[in-house]
Structures are given as structure tokens and as C-alpha cells.
């Protein structure tokens, strides 16, 4: 009987529990002591410490199941995934390991006990390598496990030795293969053709038995171990009789499931496979505590979930679907992996409000390489259209790059860089532009603020600097620094950001871009459009008033926010960072698990609340100390004097701040939660609007709520019971279609039998029709049913594409194979394509070609009959 992927990874644990393993749980995708991961990428990992002799544990042998990815840093499939029949950026790694109790002859025997006895797979379809040296794991094969020679062979160092770094233990492998058959493309390891699917590794065995020196020599080890690996999706598809990894029971249910989110019954599609893998990569890594962020782990993670939304996006799912594979991965992997029931909840919220925030920006993206598409000369995407969907939209250019390969174009990468270089030039550049004023904290003189109260005032510039030195003028078309004797411009400070605006004289006009501290001087960084700017000359100084009132308000909702999350979760709660600008405002603070949508909304109101208040602002100054017996709270990365400037609101909020407030907390107007998210252990983040841009948020929710609701030809208040009757309604529907599809495959199987050809007492049928879909398979199935001894290839085109199906009955199977004679004609029209003996199918582009194509069929069947 086969087995499930759960089945054997039972078997697994089990078998080596009963040779006195360790059952060791999963450790976690993010490794606990090695910072020079990025996640756990193989079985090892855990047990690195182990190795190394740093570590040591109660047991001497163990087996696992280990989690792993593979998407970011040195070992990165993710590009591959969808395209390849084994690559994932999420996969399992059983593995069992002694550390210094038994080696080489104990572990290949255990191999291949657990191969040949516990899975039955054949002794004949195995192939072993050992490192070219290793004349010890080599008799141990040959002599004692007795593997025929034929299927034996001796791999280079490349291949066949592993270290775990420039130093430190290493030693020989020993690697075992299966070998799906002559069907299936490929030669044999260490041959030219050994990148074909025909023998895939299963299992690899390290024998840990050296330490390598600085100066490279190879000193044996006191207590030699064992290291070993084998894929648990590439074992189910061995014992399940599939090439493909995604054609095992794991993934089939989980590329069903995405398949009925985007309402096709059409299976074999990478971009299901794609989601069905990422699905696995996403929760575990939320499973463990990687949340999605512009940098390190997080990154990749968003970079996973955007892929996979794209992909979705290209089904035509146009409602954030990615969550919902959550509950049937759970059914599939919750027993063997009970975190993941555990943080269920958890994980399919993060993965909606990821899809959520990027739906809008995938759809303004993808339009905009569709018309820089329509506009390509030659297959090439340019670099700056790359550059410009990374630094616009946040579109991975891994993303990218699965656009282009769909449509067989090649991304300018060369370019892409380039335009990356510039970007990191004109930062550093802006960073050197700060930096290049240090100088200015040596200034001898002070700015006074006035724009406490004031958005424009007169002043006199008492310092000028160009090039990182002090000057006496700058000329139009210059960039430089302006320091002025006083200054309503507020410069960067505890979160908020510098101010912008115009300083003006006759004649003159300097443009600042952005205003930043230098002790006691506030310097004014931006460029001189018009005149000449003199030190000692009087200017007129003006904020951008409205820039400066919306940070504002988002400043005073910050305050109102700290104080909210404080009553809501508690006051353990503190302030870890923030930043406000003009559009928003990000708060940091301590806290120690994600913010549930009920506790949410709470904050959300009871900052509303306070806001409608309408509370007058209290802001005055005194000594440090007895602004915190006030119960005024100092806030993060601040510096404070003897005087200290106290923001108070009400009985509910009172801080020590030097930023810009509005003076009565109704003017803040509306407050609306847009994000909330993990920084790093310990910390999340909450990103807010106010003001304007909070209203415009409502009302898009709003008329999101309404048009949808008009398009249901229902009530707002009625949406989700007229939702439920759609899609009870649809699900009758493609019950419907389904019995339809069978109706018809059954119809035009009997008009196509009358057309079938008797060659050799066979009935030979090539033909093209109508019908795609599931119903090209049901018409072979019903054709195979009425011919009785039969050779089928059927053929459909759509969208300039061929589609082939090729049926051999189960009496013929040894005869004539169906992937073969699928091959034969696919390769005439410009495919290929593979599957089982007795059903198989492929593809093509060359339209044209199709007729003489089946035409050929009845010669090639004739061809292979008369061998036999």
C-alpha cells in the first residue's frame, strides 16, 4: 500500500527509534545560535553546536523532521519554484545523526534497511555514490550490503565531501538515488546527463570524520559522526510512484484547494504549484516569529507572499485568497506540527493584511509593465523599468523576473544595477550632504526657534556652508547649508521629521528641502533656485504651513496612541521609536506578541475618543524631576536637560516632547489604524493616519462596502448572507459544469471511436476537438472505455497554444508508453511533456504543425507494436 507523506515521515521516526534514536521536535526556521544564517536550511543546523563540541546533549543518536527554507542568502531556490519538479523554498528534512557513537558501516545499513525493507522500493531502482576516496564506504556498499556495481559509482569532492566551513569538521558523503525509469529524461550521477528527472537524490550521507585546518590538512576526528539528509517530498514521490514532487498527496490537496480559490478544476499549473509551495514557506515562517518587514527575514517573507499573491493575481483570484490555504495546509501538516494549529489564527491574519496592503500596489504595478511591455523593442525588460517597479511599488525583481520568463522575455539586470548604484550613490551622497556640515556643530552660533508659534519670521543668515566647508555666499543652482540667526523651520527631532519650505529676499529664493539640528544651530540643507545669498543678509524664512500642520497632527495622535495601547494592553508598554511625517506616523513600543483585531479596534476608538474630547493642550516647562513626578514619561532616544518642555492632554497623556503639537486634540479630526507589525523580538510597530488622509481611507472603505454591496444587489448591512448565497450558488454551478464536462466527453467520445484506426488488433486514435479542460481527460477515459485495446492522442488548441493528451490502455502499458508518444508529437509542435504509462499530456506553440503531428501518431504506435 503507498504511503502518505505523514505516513512516512512516521515510518522514519519510528524505524530509527527503534535503533535507539532520539526523537529530537523540529527546531525553529530562524536558528537560535547561529547568526550567520538566515534560516534553518538543512537537518544539521540544530545539532551545529552539537558537532562543534560546544554543545553537549543526554542522547548520542537522534532523528528528526526537520523544517527548513531555502529563499534568501547563499541557498536560495525561490526563483525556481513552480518551474522545477523539486524546488521549494519550504521542504522537510528527515535525518538521523550520531554524534561520535556510530559511522560509516551502521549508517549505510540503516539506509538501507529503511529504503528496501520498511518502503519496499526495489534494490534495482537505487544507484549509490561515495566520494571518489572513500574506499571504506565503498566496500561497506559493495561487499557487505552487496549493491550491484552497475549501479555504483564514485563522485569527486564537489559532489561528495562536505565541510561546514573553511575549517572544522568535514568529511566524505555517500548519496543515494532513484532512478524513475528510461521514461523520464537523465543519466545517471557524475554522467553529462545526470541534470535530467530520471535519478533524483534521496538521501545523503555524511560521514563527519576530519577537521580541517588553517593550513587546509585533514586531521581525523576523536569521535567521528553522522550527518544525514533525506527530503521527505522527494521520498513521497518516490513511494508514491510520481516524478514530480507536487504530484504528491501533500501538495495535491493543497494545489486542489488553490485551485477551487481561483474556480478552475485545470490542475496542472505552476502557478497553483507555486502557491501550494509558498503557502508552507509563509505560515511556518510566521510560525516562528518572521513577519513581514523591508529588511533580513521579513523581507523574504514579504517577497514569498508577494509571489505568491502575483500568482493568484494571474488566476484571476481578485479577493486576498493566500489566508485561506491556511486552514487546509493546517489539516494536511497540524498533527505532525501542532504549532502551526496553535498560532492558526495568527498566521492567517498576517498573510491577509499582507495581501491586503499589496493588492492595490500590484495592480498599479502590473499595468505599468503591461504598457512599458507594449511599448519593448526586442525581449529585453530595461533595467530602469525594473528599478523603477522595485523602488515604486516594492515589486520583488524576483517577481518581475516570472513575468518576464511567462512571456519569454530576459530582464536588463546590468541595467537594473546600475540604477540601484545610482540610487545608493544619491543616498550616500545625501548622507555626505549632512555629514559633509559637521562642522556646523563647531559653530559658534545659536538659532532661536520661533516656530512654536509662528510659520514664518525674519532673519538673518549668520552662517553658510557648500562642499562640507564655510562660505561666504552661494550662487544660484548651488546646494548648500543656511543658518539663520533665529527660525520657524522645526528641525528633525525625537520622530519628527525637519521642516521644508523658502527662505526669500529681493530677488533671492532658497528652497529647503530638509532642516536638521547642529548643537545649538539649526542648519537649512536645500538649494538656491534664484539670486545670490550673502552671509549677513535678512531673509524672510516660511514653513510649508500645510506640510508642517498634517505632521502635526499626526505628532499629537502619537501621543494619544502611546496612551491608548498603554490602557488597552497594559504598562508594560513603552515607547521604542517613531517617526512623523506629513502622511503618517509609525510608533514603536515594547510589547510581546501580536495586537488581535479586537484590541485593535479598541485603540483605534479610544484614541478617536480622546481626539473628539477636543482636550486643550497644556505645554510648558520645568526641571526634569518634576516632570516626572508629574507622571510625565521621557520618550525613546531623547536626550533632556535640566528644562524640559511637558505636552499634557487631559488625565490621560503627559510627556516630555520638544515637537510640534495642535492645541486642542479635536483638530486632529479622524485617526485610523493602517498597519500593525513586528519589528524584532519584543517589538511591534503601528502605523496610523490622521486628518484628511484618514477620512479619504473611510470613505475608500466605504465606497468599497457600497460598490460591493451594489454588485451583490444587496444591502451594506446584508453583504455577508448575499456572499454566503453566491457562493453556494457557485459551487452548485461548477457542479453543474463538472456533470456537463463528463456529458459532453461522452458525446464526443462516441463520435470520435467510429474514427479510430485497427493497427495490428489495436485501435489507434489521433485526433483534434473542441473541448479543453478536465473534459480532454474525461473524452480519453471514456474513449479507452468503448475501444477496449486502444492508443489515444487528442489535441486542442487555445490562446495559440497546443494542448495534447496522449491515453494508452492499461493491456498496452508495456508496449507502448503514453509519455513517450505524448513526447513524439509534442516535440513536432514546438513542447514537451511527460506522465504515466498509461496517461500523459504536454504542450506546444507551433499551431501549424498539429495536423501533420497526428498524423504520425499511427505510423509511430505501428512502429512500436512490430518490436514486440
Not at 234 to 263: H, K, P, S, Y
Not at 507 to 512: A, G, Q
Not at 564 to 586: F, M, Y
Not at 649 to 673: K, M, P, Q, W, Y
Request: glycine share 10%.
Amino acid at each position: 500500500m503507498t504511503k502518505t507523506s505523514a505516513e512516512i515521515r512516521t515510518a522514519f521516526q519510528r524505524f530509527f527509534a527503534e535503533r535507539g534514536h532520539h526523537i529530537v521536535p523540529s527546531a525553529s526556521l530562524v536558528p537560535a545560535s547561529d547568526p550567520t544564517l538566515l534560516f534553518t536550511n538543512a537537518g544539521m543546523v540544530p545539532f551545529k553546536d552539537v558537532f562543534l563540541g560546544r554543545e553537549h546533549r543526554d542522547y548520542v543518536r537522534a532523528v528528526t523532521s526537520q523544517r527548513c527554507v531555502r529563499a534568501g542568502g547563499k541557498h536560495n531556490d525561490l526563483e525556481n519554484v513552480g518551474y522545477t519538479a523539486r524546488h521549494h523554498t519550504f521542504f522537510e528534512m528527515l535525518g538521523n545523526f550520531s554524534f561520535g557513537d556510530y559511522f560509516k558501516r551502521d549508517a549505510i545499513r540503516y539506509a538501507w534497511e529503511f529504503l528496501t525493507d520498511e518502503l519496499g522500493i526495489p534494490a534495482e531502482r537505487l544507484w549509490v555514490t561515495v566520494y571518489e576516496e572513500d574506499d571504506e564506504a565503498a566496500a561497506i556498499w559493495l561487499e557487505d550490503i552487496g549493491v550491484d556495481p552497475a549501479r555504483f559509482s564514485r563522485i569527486g569532492a564537489e559532489d561528495n565531501f562536505w565541510s561546514m566551513g573553511d575549517t572544522g569538521p568535514c568529511g566524505p558523503c555517500s548519496e543515494i538515488f532513484y532512478d524513475h525509469g528510461p521514461e523520464v529524461p537523465g543519466g545517471p550521477p557524475g554522467t553529462p546527463e545526470e541534470d535530467g528527472d530520471r535519478y533524483v537524490e534521496i538521501w545523503n550521507l555524511v560521514f563527519m570524520q576530519y577537521d580541517r585546518g588553517a593550513d587546509g590538512a585533514l586531521a581525523p576526528l576523536p569521535k567521528p559522526s553522522i550527518d544525514t539528509g533525506m527530503g521527505l517530498e522527494r521520498m513521497a514521490a518516490v513511494v508514491q510512484g510520481v516524478v514530480n514532487n507536487f504530484d504528491i498527496d501533500l501538495f495535491r490537496r493543497l494545489v486542489t484547494a488553490a485551485a477551487e480559490l481561483a474556480g478552475t478544476t485545470e490542475t496542472d499549473n505552476s502557478s497553483l504549484r507555486v502557491i501550494a509551495d509558498h503557502i508552507r514557506a509563509c505560515a511556518f515562517l510566521i510560525v516562528d516569529g518572521v513577519l513581514p518587514s523591508n529588511e533580513g527575514r521579513g523581507y523574504v517573507l514579504r517577497r514569498i507572499i508577494r509571489r505568491a499573491v502575483r500568482h493568484g493575481y494571474k488566476l484571476g483570484i481578485d479577493e486576498p485568497f493566500f489566508h485561506r490555504l491556511v486552514e487546509p495546509l493546517n489539516d494536511e501538516m497540524g498533527e505532525a506540527f501542532p504549532e502551526l494549529a496553535a498560532e492558526k489564527a495568527t498566521v492567517e491574519r498576517v498573510l491577509r493584511q499582507e495581501e491586503e496592503r499589496f493588492r492595490e500596489t500590484l495592480e498599479q504595478g502590473l499595468k505599468l509593465l503591461a504598457q512599458d511591455l507594449a511599448d519593448l523593442q526586442g525581449d529585453t525588460i530595461p533595467g530602469e523599468t525594473v528599478f523603477k517597479l522595485y523602488d515604486t511599488f516594492g515589486f520583488p525583481v524576483d517577481l518581475t523576473a516570472d513575468v518576464a520568463r511567462e512571456q519569454g522575455l530576459h530582464l536588463d539586470m546590468a541595467g537594473f544595477e546600475a540604477a540601484m548604484s545610482a540610487q545608493r550613490e544619491r543616498a550616500r551622497a545625501a548622507s555626505a550632504f549632512r555629514a559633509e556640515y559637521g562642522g556646523a556643530a563647531d559653530f559658534g552660533g545659536e538659532t532661536i526657534f520661533s516656530g512654536y508659534d509662528v510659520e514664518e519670521d525674519a532673519a538673518q543668515v549668520i552662517g553658510l556652508y557648500k562642499d562640507g566647508g564655510a562660505v561666504n555666499e552661494l550662487q544660484a543652482g548651488e546646494s548648500g547649508m543656511v543658518i539663520l540667526d533665529r527660525t520657524p523651520f522645526y528641525a528633525e527631532a525625537g520622530g519628527q521629521v525637519g521642516d521644508t519650505g523658502e527662505l526669500l529676499a529681493a530677488d533671492l529664493r532658497f528652497e529647503v528641502e530638509d532642516t536638521q539640528k547642529y548643537a545649538q544651530a539649526r542648519g537649512h540643507l536645500g538649494r538656491l533656485v534664484q539670486g545670490t545669498l550673502r552671509l549677513g543678509d535678512a531673509v524672510d524664512a516660511r514653513i510649508d504651513g500645510l506640510r508642517r500642520h498634517r505632521t502635526t497632527l499626526n505628532h499629537t495622535a502619537t501621543h494619544l496612541l502611546h496612551a491608548a495601547l498603554r490602557e488597552v494592553l497594559g504598562e508594560h508598554i513603552h515607547q521604542k521609536g517613531s517617526l512623523v511625517t506629513p502622511d503618517r506616523l509609525r510608533f514603536d513600543f515594547s510589547h510581546f506578541e501580536p495586537i488581535g483585531p479586537d484590541d485593535l479596534n479598541r485603540i483605534e476608538s479610544l484614541t478617536s475618543a480622546w481626539i473628539r474630547r477636543n482636550e486643550t493642550a497644556e505645554i510648558f516647562e520645568t526641571d526634569y524631576d518634576s516632570a516626572l513626578e508629574l507622571g510625565a514619561m521621557a520618550l525613546f532616544g531623547e536626550k533632556y536637560g535640566d528644562r524640559v518642555r511637558v505636552v499634557r492632554f487631559g488625565d490621560f497623556s503627559t510627556e516630555l516632547c520638544g515637537g510640534c503639537h495642535v492645541s486642542r486634540t479635536g483638530s486632529i479630526g479622524n485617526f485610523a489604524i493602517t498597519a500593525e507589525s513586528a519589528v524584532s523580538a519584543g517589538v511591534r510597530r503601528i502605523e496610523a493616519i490622521t486628518g484628511e488622509a484618514a477620512l479619504q481611507h473611510m470613505q475608500r472603505q466605504a465606497e468599497l462596502i457600497a460598490g460591493t454591496a451594489a454588485r451583490l444587489k444587496a444591502s451594506p448591512d446584508n453583504i455577508l448572507v448575499r456572499l454566503d448565497q453566491e457562493q453556494e450558488r457557485s459551487r452548485q454551478l461548477e457542479r453543474e459544469l463538472g456533470r456537463l464536462q463528463q456529458r459532453l466527453a461522452s458525446q464526443a467520445g462516441n463520435a470520435l471511436a467510429d474514427s479510430a484506426e485497427e493497427v495490428l488488433g489495436v485501435r489507434v486514435l489521433a485526433a483534434r476537438i473542441e473541448e479543453g479542460g478536465d473534459s480532454l481527460r474525461d473524452t480519453v477515459d471514456q474513449l479507452k472505455k468503448r475501444l477496449g485495446s486502444a492508443v489515444i492522442v487528442l489535441a486542442t488548441v487555445k490562446d495559440d497554444k497546443v494542448r495534447l493528451v496522449a491515453g494508452v490502455t492499461k493491456d498496452l502499458t508495456q508496449r507502448v508508453k503514453a509519455g513517450e508518444l505524448v513526447n513524439h508529437v509534442a516535440e513536432q509542435v514546438g513542447g514537451r511533456g511527460g506522465g504515466r504509462p498509461d496517461f500523459a499530456q504536454a504542450g506546444g506553440t507551433d499551431v501549424p504543425a498539429l495536423p501533420q503531428a497526428l498524423e504520425s501518431v499511427t505510423g509511430w504506435v505501428t512502429a512500436r507494436l512490430e518490436k514486440q
